[in-house]
T-cell receptor, first 115, second 114 residues
Framework: AQSVTQLDSQVPVFEEAPVELRCNYSSSVSVYLFWYVQYPNQGLQLLLKYLSGSTLVKGINGFEAEFNKSQTSFHLRKPSVHISDTAEYFCAVVAGGTSYGKLTFGQGTILTVHP | KAGVTQTPRYLIKTRGQQVTLSCSPISGHRSVSWYQQTPGQGLQFLFEYFSETQRNKGNFPGRFSGRQFSNSRSEMNVSTLELGDSALYLC?????????????FGQGTRLTVV
């Protein structure tokens, strides 16, 4: 079975500052990794995904994440945040093999960007 | 291209009743997954359907069931509602042909059990 731990439940930051949202996972098989964002009263939107290849993945809205297999981490970063980035962010994994649509999510990190 | 559509957006039901939620996936997508989101438990996988067959199932009691029709639209049913079933229910669609296909989420159905 897989599990995902998001190390910070809330991250406050000032506008234009850099931010890092931390995610660690555990799995006995290879995994695919995702970051999703959820705005209030909305569904989830995919920010970026790691499937294979380069460990640095770039996504939408200026976000990027780095896959670190030895540390089983997939931290999300943005060099300069905007007020509009205020939302809840979820790290998720899918196990290789036959898991197909079964995403395992972390508990979420609420990012609050202050002016 | 239309997104994933979930209906209704909001529901209020009484304990003991049953409820049916609907999800219309993106055109051409054959996989539909359902998730329950609550403040305490977070996002939890309920089940996934692909070409009218349940392909994966999460750890939920038998009161939670689903089905998928030949046009890929899916419904989930919860019988004998409990207060703890109050949650946002999210549906996600994908092509489903490989494990690494992107899942697109609907806006969810907010179920309140009173």
């Amino acid at each position: 079975a897989q599990s995902v731990t998001q190390l910070d439940s809330q991250v406050p930051v000032f506008e234009e500052a850099p931010v890092e949202l931390r995610c660690n996972y555990s799995s006995s098989v290879s995994v695919y990794l995702f970051w999703y964002v959820q705005y209030p009263n909305q569904g989830l939107q995919l920010l970026l995904k790691y499937l294979s290849g380069s460990t640095l993945v770039k996504g939408i809205n200026g976000f990027e994440a780095e896959f670190n297999k030895s540390q089983t981490s997939f931290h999300l970063r943005k060099p300069s945040v905007h007020i509009s980035d205020t939302a809840e962010y979820f790290c998720a994994v899918v196990a290789g093999g036959t898991s197909y649509g079964k995403l395992t999510f972390g508990q979420g990190t609420i990012l609050t960007v202050h002016p | 291209k239309a997104g994933v559509t979930q209906t209704p957006r909001y529901l209020i039901k009484t304990r003991g009743q049953q409820v049916t939620l609907s999800c219309s996936p993106i055109s051409g997508h054959r996989s539909v997954s359902w998730y329950q989101q609550t403040p305490g438990q977070g996002l939890q996988f309920l089940f996934e359907y692909f070409s009218e067959t349940q392909r994966n199932k999460g750890n939920f009691p038998g009161r939670f069931s689903g089905r998928q029709f030949s046009n890929s639209r899916s419904e989930m049913n919860v019988s004998t509602l409990e207060l703890g079933d109050s949650a946002l229910y999210l549906c996600a669609s994908s092509s489903g042909r490989t494990v690494n296909t992107e899942a697109f989420f609907g806006q969810g159905t907010r179920l309140t059990v009173v």
